[in-house]
């Protein structure tokens, strides 16, 4: 440091500590003023050498940083942060692995750039240390960048807030993108309370407890919310961590798009609103063209989980164009699920305005898509055109739900599928109403191919083409069964049993009024019915088409309109003079000969007579 420099004068140098080690910069020498020791220099004579900032970016080794991947940086570094802070410049991370052992802190910045070319941070502390703290700032950009954590997880009970290779709080306009980000601690990158945040194209990898990439993780007593984000066109694989994506908290216009995460323990996409957080939640969220493969549960979660895209509280929210595969593994009940939080591969739980349409669903553990609690506000919620195989229990799982439309979807089961292609079902306090379900193929494996349970409102079934080609028959396997609903519609459907036949087309069971028309059933081995309806008030059938001879289409069926009445009676067959029975009804025989008749006939309350003599 020479003393004869004066103020006002210009030097360059060669080098930080040594001629030609990138450290070369421009100062201008001014009178004794505050000097940092890493940017600006404090010389002999008591004047100062002021560093010059050349097309508004410092790059660190103008601070001293030694990239040697031996020397640790923390202080210098946070001393260049400090300066891009309070001077709005951009930061160049030339070329190195460069140590740290604590936080790097950039705070009350605004328009700041920090990149990397082929620089490489390294995390070397094993506490509970972020590698990059964002606070409190306004316009950032971080890319290019390498971020290495230490390779050693923090406890469980840790919280989520340590251990990211990324930590930005309380911020707007952020921009993370191009980045490695990898053996973390804990996470990869998190966004706490901050709005107009873009997380584009990060490689994350490996890291060791929680998420690799997330947005709020807010608490009751944050009221921030989230606006404008979007996490688009990343890698996720850490299959150590619990979630690839994780977005808790509340507000609004989230996009997740374009990205590929794989391999974690709990979730592939997680979006939810935690219940403390009273009426706040997500709106305005759309998930799309993702793929979302091997996903596993594990004990981290207070539930069992394992799904791909798992949606909480949200309205008006898009999934499309998705790819879930290989998810649900690992879940200890697969034969009897606990249903606490549904197990699909996509799962939407309790929210409105839902869309989910042209995904791809392969190989889950218990069902494709699920839809429970969903109500609606002023649109309804439709499940549409996606393509579901391989599941292990339900193609698509409905539990109180309104105003839902499932349309259009392709649903192949596996020979070991436990239940429904669509199963449609109720809560005791919350009955699912209003759904519709048309123009699906369902194909093989299931033991239903549409089954609906205790339903209110309308539930029409309408156009839907079911077949069942390789499943092994048993007794219990049916088309699409109807139980306990109101007002059903079944309608134009075609229920085709293959090689291993079904056992009945179509039953309707204790419903009322239900309408049964112009369905045609094919392959079907009961020898008693292709159509079975008991236990109902009200029905109404037509049209309807069973190609088969020697075997009735019907089951038993109500004729007359009021079933308290006198004057409603049955139609049934058999092969036996029935026991119980009201005045007209009739039974027709199934096992006619010469010298039997054709059936019987009730002429008094449980008193049948043979009719129709056959012929010797």
């Known amino acids: 440091k020479l003393a004869s420099l004066t103020a006002g ?49 410092v790059d660190i080794k103008h601070f001293g940083a030694n990239g040697n991947g031996v020397y640790v940086n923390t202080l210098l570094l946070n001393a260049v942060l400090t300066y891009a802070a309070t001077n709005s410049v951009d930061v160049l991370f030339s070329e190195g692995t460069y140590n740290v052992d604590s936080t790097l802190l950039l705070d009350s910045a605004i328009n700041v750039k920090i990149t990397g070319s082929a620089a490489t941070l390294h995390q070397v502390g094993i506490d509970e240390t972020n590698t990059l703290h964002i606070k409190d700032s306004d316009t950032i950009t971080v890319s290019g960048l390498i971020f ?12 989520g807030f340590a251990g990211q290779g990324i930590y930005v709080q309380d911020c707007t306009n952020i921009r993370i993108t191009d980045n490695e980000i990898y053996n973390q601690a804990s996470s990869g990158v998190l966004c706490y309370q901050c709005s107009n945040v873009w997380i584009d194209s990060n490689y994350l990898h490996d890291n060791l407890r929680l998420w690799d990439i997330a947005l709020g993780y807010a608490s009751p007593a944050d009221n921030t919310p989230l606006e404008n984000c979007w996490i688009t066109n990343n890698r996720c694989y850490s299959p150590l961590g619990a979630w690839g994506i994780h977005i808790q908290g509340y507000g609004s ?77 690992n879940r200890s009940d697969q034969s009897s699920p606990n249903r606490t939080l549904p197990p699909g591969a996509i799962s939407i739980n309790g929210a409105t305005e839902v869309t989910c349409t042209g995904n791809v669903i392969e190989d889950s553990g218990i069902d ?39 349309t259009g979807n392709t649903i192949d089961g596996t020979a070991a599928s436990l239940f429904g292609g669509i199963t449609i079902s109720s809560h005791a306090t919350n009955p699912t109403n209003d759904i519709i379900i048309s123009n699906n193929l369902i194909t093989q494996g299931f033991y239903f191919g549409i089954a609906v349970s205790e339903g209110t409102g309308t539930a029409c079934n309408t156009n839907n083409s079911v077949h069942q080609t390789v499943i092994a028959h048993t007794v ?13 519609i079944i309608s134009n459907n075609m229920v085709k049993g293959g090689t291993l036949q079904l056992y009945r087309g179509i039953a309707v069971v204790n419903s009322d009024q239900p309408l049964v ?34 075997a009735p289409m019907f089951g038993p069926h109500a004729v007359g309109n009021d079933p308290s009445s006198d004057t409603q009676f049955l139609i049934s067959y058999g092969t036996t003079i029935p026991t119980v029975g009201s005045l007209g009804s009739i039974r027709w025989n199934l096992s006619p000969a010469a010298g039997g008749t054709v059936g019987w006939v009730c002429v008094a309350a449980n008193t049948w007579k043979p009719f129709g003599a056959i012929d010797v």
């Open 476 to 488: 219990s396997r049916y088309g699409i069964i109807c139980s306990s609903v109101d007002d059903a």
């Open 253 to 329: 216009k989230v996009t997740v798009t374009g990205n590929h995460t794989r391999g974690h323990n709990d979730y592939g996409i997680l979006c939810y609103r935690r219940d403390d957080f009273g009426t706040r939640q997500w709106e305005d969220v759309v998930i799309s063209n993702n793929i979302v493969e091997d996903v596993s549960d594990s004990s981290f979660s207070t539930y069992f989980a394992g799904m791909g895209i798992y949606i909480q509280t949200v309205t008006n929210v898009s999934i499309t164009g998705n790819i879930v595969r290989k998810v649900l593994q």
């Open 517 to 550: 028309c112009n369905n045609a059933i094919y392959g079907i081995s009961d020898i008693f019915y292709a159509l079975y309806m008991t236990g109902n008030t009200g029905q109404n059938l037509y049209g309807n088409l069973n190609p088969r001879q020697g």
């Open 148 to 159: 290495r954590g230490t390779g050693v997880a923090l406890p469980e009970a840790t919280t």
């Open 368 to 406: 494709g898509i699920d839809v429970v609690n969903v109500g609606t506000s002023t649109k309804g919620n439709t499940v549409a055109n996606n393509s579901i195989s391989n599941c292990y229990v339900n193609g698509v799982y409905v539990n109180a739900t309104q105003k839902l439309t499932v």
């Open 9 to 57: 004068q210009f030097v360059e140098t060669g080098g930080y500590y040594t001629k030609g080690d990138a450290g070369q910069a421009k100062y201008l020498i001014v009178a004794a003023q505050a000097a940092d020791g890493y940017g600006d220099h404090e010389l002999s004579n008591g004047t100062v050498a002021v560093l010059q900032v050349e097309n508004n970016k």
